[in-house]
């Protein structure tokens, strides 16, 4: 199938997966997620409606975005090393992948040094795997509330890459417990911080996200077909 078709159907069954639930569909962004993916393909998607693009590597990001001169939304979606954050900076409208307090604390000395206030999401490790990024989730609203007093960046959800797994369902926890945290945090109505993206879902587990209350997936494979290596 090509791009036009992926798009075309993967937002007719977000459609139905949120009309099930009882959810407007209108409210889920989908963030296309173009890792290793070429110019030209990138560019039919944007043609095709796609209005957010997410990388994971900044470099990669820097010499792709540099070639597409269309505007759309730009999100880092992979971890981010403190040495590149200034370059960060100037590429992305969002990173999504903020786990460190170092690293928010870069990311807004940097932000205010460019005369900018960064929109982050707070990437939390909500399967507490050893090898996956993200803050604790017992540690989450303390992390939030010491990044509220960063004049550079504005906290607007949070983020999660669930379980890597073959068994759907066994990231349902891992997106219920994200969800909570986001209702907790946004109810405590903390100065400066605006909890409005819930940022969970991949191809192989967008439908249970949506079940869960997500508000924006990213989706790479569902549009762009396999990554190849
Ligand atoms: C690659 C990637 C995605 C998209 O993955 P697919 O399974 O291809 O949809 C989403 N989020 C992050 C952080 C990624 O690195």
């Known amino acids: 199938m090509g791009i036009e078709e992926n798009i075309r159907s993967l937002k007719e069954d977000i459609a139905k ?9 209108e409210e889920i962004k989908i963030v296309a997620v173009s890792k290793t993916v070429e110019v030209e393909r990138i ?4 043609r095709c409606g796609i209005k957010i693009i997410g990388e994971n590597k900044v470099q990669e990001a820097e010499e792709k975005f540099r070639q597409i001169p269309e505007k759309f939304e730009k999100h880092l979606v992979g971890h ?20 460190s307090l170092k690293l928010a604390n870069e990311i807004s000395k940097r932000a205010l040094e460019s005369g900018k206030v960064m929109k982050v999401l707070v990437e939390v490790n909500t399967s507490e795997e050893e090898t996956k990024f993200g803050i604790k989730p017992d540690e989450v609203l303390d992390f939030v509330k010491s990044t509220s007093e960063l004049k550079g ?9 669930g379980l890597f797994t073959s068994e ?20 405590k109505n903390i100065l400066g911080i605006d909890m409005k993206y819930l940022s969970m879902g991949m191809t192989a587990d967008y439908k249970v996200a ?17 990554r190849k290596g």
């Open 43 to 46: 560019k039919e998607a944007l």
């Open 153 to 161: 960046i504005k906290v607007k959800g949070l983020m999660t890459v």
């Open 168 to 187: 759907v369902e066994k990231v349902r926890p891992c997106f219920k417990r994200l969800k909570e945290i986001f209702e907790r945090i946004k109810s």
């Open 210 to 226: 949506i079940e869960e209350g997500s508000n924006m997936l990213r989706i790479g494979t569902a549009i762009f077909g396999e």
């Open 80 to 99: 981010l090393q403190t040495n590149k954050v200034k370059k960060a900076i100037g590429l992305f409208d969002m990173i999504q992948s903020l786990d």
């Open 17 to 25: 997966i949120a009309e099930k639930v009882k959810r407007n569909p």
